[in-house]
């Protein structure tokens, strides 16, 4: 198992741990839902931290599934991860980023879906290298990554696969919040129970349909396109 959750004070921490880079591989996204299926079951949770490993949250999706070549498990992996990002950008309560460390491509598509982000000044690699190591970010990831990032970093994230540290990643807009990485994840959590006793859960799901519902519908409709390009 790589992935835990514990539970305390309508606070769910999801923590992602495959003790190498936290790949989003098809069994750590299948994992990773199974724990937010089992926070939707659980009405007394009214918010998430969505935490890595020490030194990282993830550096993307697994390099594995891609140099074998097999293009409909690749599609598949990616349209997966999509999923999974526009899963908890739409989440019936807020979710958390404890961002440990690096965060590089599909790790960053994750941040990007996520409420708060909470990131650290330490070392830390944030921000999408798929054109530096040939490849293209995904539609799904252009469409939110164009909702979330400042407009002023979007063309050097996108198409010139600029990476930055967890301080430049305020300005972009990977992170809404750095601090010393022994702070990462008690500052997450102070801020996800901010969330959770403070804004009303039926208000909240309103909010997403009104102001990320139009997001979400395009993410749903790019990650079918992806999956029919295979079929």
């Known amino acids: 198992m790589h992935v835990t959750t514990t539970t305390e004070d309508h606070l769910a921490t999801i923590t992602m741990d495959d003790g190498k880079v936290n790949a989003l591989s098809p069994s750590m996204q299948a994992e990773i839902n199974e724990h937010l299926d089992a926070v939707e079951a659980n009405e007394a949770i009214r918010a998430v931290v969505l935490a890595g490993r020490e030194g990282l949250f993830s550096a993307g999706f697994d390099l594995g599934v891609m140099a074998e070549g097999d293009m409909k498990a690749i599609v598949e992996m990616v349209a997966g991860g999509g999923e999974l990002v526009r899963r908890l950008y739409g989440f019936h309560v807020p979710v958390v980023a404890a961002a440990n460390g690096h965060a590089i491509a599909a790790g960053a598509f994750t941040l990007l879906g996520c409420d708060v ?3 650290t000044t330490g070392k830390a690699k944030i921000g999408m290298n ?4 040939g490849m293209a970010v ?3 990831a252009i469409t939110i990554a164009s909702h979330r990032l400042s407009n002023r970093h979007l063309n050097r994230s996108l198409l010139n696969a600029r990476m930055t540290d967890g301080t430049g990643a305020l300005d972009v807009g990977f992170l809404d919040v750095v601090v010393d990485e022994s702070d990462v994840l008690p500052t997450a959590t102070a801020e996800a129970f901010a ?5 009303d859960p039926a208000s909240y799901v309103e909010m997403i349909r009104r102001y990320r519902g139009e997001t979400l519908d395009r993410m749903a409709s790019q990650i079918a396109d992806d999956r029919a ?3």
């Open 117 to 119: 982000r909470v990131g």
């Open 130 to 133: 798929e054109v530096a190591i």
């Open 229 to 231: 390009s295979v079929s």
């Open 195 to 199: 969330l959770a006793t403070s804004l």
């Open 138 to 140: 995904p539609n799904w």
